[in-house]
């Protein structure tokens, strides 16, 4: 197995929305924010080669929208999905399965594309299946009035026309051993129903893909939760039990949001989980 980290791009979102009801003189220590209030944040996806699958996780906001929908998010950098698929010595039509976290559109915008004379949309990745569940499917193509902007139809419906879409099984639990792409999978429902948290093993290594659970470094501790989150309450505890698995089993967290920090570890103290090391991705994956 090859694991390739992808930056589909880079963002930027306000940061008291990141952070919810946390006082800014807290959470700017770990993200400053500039003269808008905009923090610095990236679209970080990674891609698992492992024999004949492809396997790429997340794929950022894509560039479907208008430039009045991509300028509240404030693009910068030079990143985009399509370059750094080549710089890992792939293409789009390598990939053989694409999945997504969750169906926000800077996790999965980047699943779909404008065809060829732009009268409608088709698959960016021609070859692959489309990876959600059926709970979260059902919760984001009928939204309700927190999310519905977060959830793009023009993102979403192509996957399931093209007959490319699958679905994972779903868990007795909150955490699924054994998914049909070969890695388990953490069940989270405080930022969204059904997200999925994936846990790869990897050179007797546990590396988890922490997309919205875990956005940032600054959102370790527990009360740090993100303004966009549906059930914040629950995000408390689903981080508390995944942290305490993090730093009991030694678990590698690969930020997706996090633009200055790739991989961390955490131990745990007296204040409950922190921060433990920092890691670059050739750090690890070398």
Request: net charge negative; glycine share 6%; with cysteine.
């Amino acid at each position: 197995m090859n694991l390739y980290p992808i930056n589909a791009g880079n963002l930027k979102l306000d940061g008291g929305a990141m952070f919810g009801v946390v006082p800014k003189s807290l959470w700017e220590r770990t993200n400053p924010a500039d003269a808008n209030n905009m923090i610095e944040l990236t679209t970080r996806c990674l891609l698992i080669e492992d024999g004949n699958r492809l396997i790429l996780i997340d794929n950022g906001m894509g560039n479907k929208q208008s430039e009045k929908f991509f300028g509240y998010y404030h693009p910068w950098g030079n990143f985009s999905l399509d370059s750094s698929l080549k710089a890992a010595g792939f293409h789009r039509d390598d990939i053989t399965d694409v999945f997504m976290t969750h169906l926000h559109f800077d996790h999965c915008g980047g699943s779909i594309q404008w065809n060829k004379d732009k009268t409608g949309y088709e698959p960016a990745f021609k070859n692959a299946h489309f990876w959600s569940n059926k709970d979260h499917w059902l919760w984001a193509t009928q939204p309700n009035r927190r999310e519905k902007a977060s959830f793009l139809r023009e993102n979403i419906m192509p996957m399931e026309e093209s007959g490319q879409l699958k679905f994972t099984s779903l868990p007795e639990n909150d955490l699924l051993k054994s998914s049909e792409l070969g890695f388990d999978i953490f069940f989270a429902n405080g930022h969204t129903d059904k997200q999925m948290i994936p846990l790869i093993n990897y050179k007797d290594k546990t590396i988890a893909f922490m997309a919205d659970l875990l956005p940032t470094v600054g959102h370790l501790p527990l009360p740090f939760v993100m303004g966009y989150d549906t059930r914040p309450l629950l995000t408390l505890d689903e981080k508390e039990k995944f942290l305490n698995l993090a730093a009991e089993n030694n678990y590698y967290l690969f930020l997706e949001h996090d633009a200055h920090h790739e991989i961390i570890t955490v131990k745990k103290t007296e204040k409950g989980v922190r921060l433990d090391s920092v890691y670059t991705t050739q750090d690890i994956f070398n």
